[in-house]
């Protein structure tokens, strides 16, 4: 029986040629994922800005918005936003930190409770965090980040050498400032499962990226006359196929998960689907490419060899 293959073995795409479109888009991304960030902001969610969220359920086949929020609006509650999650009969209520500490948080779900009636709607979910929790929380949030990118480039670095390292993190970097960019595009609500987000996210760039640094190493021992470039370009054609498989497998998994896990998980496994399209491109079109300009190879000479000794038939097995 024939084997389906999405990736022929003989596969010999001139990735480094492609380095003038993906260099300008990468850049341009980035660009845009600041700008975004710092003039529209992520959708802070109670994690790191503290206050209440509710969540009920209307007993009507669709909730009454205007009525809720003329209600809520009443209660002099400050800042309140509303919106539907799910289906229509499904409201999510986020109500800003009150002066007064916990007692006065619980006054004032106690208040909405009142003002809706049980007998309108259920109340299926009630958190409350302080804006002391919260800020220990979004700092200890980002140290994370911070610490896993870093004890990975003392990973890296170890296992393979120092410009490998560096290479790596760059590529991890820009996974997780287009991650945040997306978060400030769609405002979804970045909470602590955003976090976990991104760090699962950055931990499968890394596996991506660790494959591809292991082939080009191999064949820089095994080809001592290839020019880099070439050898970056024959080492990712011989992973093309177990990153795109892997990639596509996990998809599968993040695509069934969004559409029937329901909206408690819906903004992690939508961080997760952008993260890993964008880990999967990262580790193919930056994180070898970079490895060109940091020299892995300085005693040996970049120039062109004959042909016929820079053509090795790409295995078909993969790492």
């Not at 499904?90 to 007998?119: H, M, S, W, Y």
């Not at 640094?213 to 880099?228: A, G, H, S, T």
């Not at 054609?237 to 819906?266: C, D, E, K, W, Y």
Request: aromatic share 8%; glycine share 8%; charged share 20%.
């Amino acid at each position: 029986m024939k084997h389906i293959r999405l990736i022929p073995d003989d596969t010999n795409l001139p990735f480094m040629k492609w380095a003038r479109i993906r260099t300008p888009i990468s850049l341009a991304l980035i660009v845009l994922s600041f700008a975004l960030f710092f003039t529209i902001g992520v959708n802070a969610g109670i994690d790191f800005k503290g206050g209440t969220v509710i969540e009920v359920h209307s007993h009507q086949p669709d909730a009454d918005i205007a009525g809720i929020r003329s209600k809520l609006d009443a209660l002099d509650l400050g800042e309140v936003q509303i919106q539907n999650i799910g289906g229509p009969d499904e409201v999510l209520i986020r109500i800003a930190a009150q002066p007064g500490g916990d007692a006065a948080e619980q006054a004032a779900v106690q208040k909405v409770r009142d003002a809706l009636g049980v007998e309108n709607y259920d109340f299926r979910r009630v958190e409350v965090v302080g804006p002391r929790v919260s800020s220990e929380l979004a700092r200890t949030g980002t140290l994370a980040v911070l610490l896993t990118i870093a004890g990975i480039m003392a990973y890296i670095w170890i296992r393979f050498e120092w410009q490998f390292g560096l290479a790596a993190v760059a590529t991890l970097v820009h996974d997780a400032i287009l991650t945040v960019g997306f978060f400030a595009a769609t405002q979804i609500d970045f909470n602590l499962q955003s976090l976990a987000a991104i760090l699962t996210i950055i931990g499968y760039s890394l596996n991506d990226t660790v494959v591809i640094f292991d082939r080009i190493r191999e064949l820089l021992r095994k080809y001592k006359q290839m020019p880099v470039r070439d050898i970056i370009d024959l080492a990712t054609n011989q992973t093309l196929a177990r990153t795109i498989m892997t990639s596509l497998t996990l998809l599968l998994a993040l695509l069934s998960l969004f559409v029937f896990g329901g909206p408690v998980i819906r903004s992690f496994t939508a961080a997760m689907i952008w993260g890993i399209i964008v880990a999967t491109a990262s580790s193919i079109f930056i994180g070898g490419p970079i490895l060109i300009y940091f020299n892995i190879r300085p005693s040996q000479s970049d120039e062109k060899v004959p042909e016929k000794k820079l053509s090795p038939k790409p295995s078909a097995g993969t790492r």
